[in-house]
């Protein structure tokens, strides 16, 4: 297995990306590694290490795990309401701001004995 990464340098953090890999065999034992500074051709500097770190993390905090964005919705499900279906005409809407609900009820009662 191969992992590229493009990692920030140490020290000018205004230099370009250092572009890392590492290849691994089917255990994790790490084959050979290189890296785009002046130390990886050596392939023993920390961007590379920084690589192994990073992957280790992930996988420790299962970082590759399904995001919630990706399963079915969860927390909304004990909030779920039993609605009764009602006839339109014996549905009230009203806004509360502008009169209230008593004399919205009682225009719609008088409209229903009409």
Same mark, same amino acid.
């Given at each position: 297995? /191969?992992?590229?990464?493009?990692?920030?340098?140490? +020290?000018?953090?205004?230099?370009?990306?250092?572009?890392?890999? &590492?290849?691994?065999?089917?255990?994790?034992?790490?084959?050979?590694?290189?890296?785009?500074?002046?130390?990886?051709?050596?392939?023993?500097? #920390?961007?590379?290490?920084?690589?192994? =770190?990073? &992957?280790?993390? /992930?996988?420790?905090?299962?970082?590759?795990?399904?995001?919630? $964005?990706?399963?079915?919705? /969860?927390?909304? +499900?004990? =909030?779920?309401?039993?609605?009764?279906?009602?006839?339109?005409?014996?549905?009230? =809407? =009203?806004?509360?701001?502008?009169? $209230? #609900?008593?004399?919205?009820?009682? +225009?719609?009662?008088?409209?229903?004995?009409?």
């Amino acid at each position: 297995m /191969a992992l590229k990464a493009k990692v920030k340098p140490s +020290q000018r953090m205004s230099q370009a990306l250092h572009e890392a890999w &590492v290849v691994l065999d089917i255990a994790g034992n790490v084959l050979a590694g290189h890296c785009s500074c002046m130390a990886g051709c050596g392939e023993v500097c #920390s961007h590379v290490a920084g690589v192994l =770190f990073k &992957v280790e993390a /992930a996988i420790r905090l299962q970082l590759g795990r399904m995001t919630c $964005t990706s399963l079915p919705c /969860a927390w909304n +499900q004990a =909030f779920s309401k039993k609605v009764l279906l009602s006839p339109m005409i014996e549905i009230l =809407f =009203f806004k509360p701001k502008k009169t $209230t #609900s008593e004399t919205i009820v009682k +225009q719609h009662e008088e409209a229903k004995l009409a």
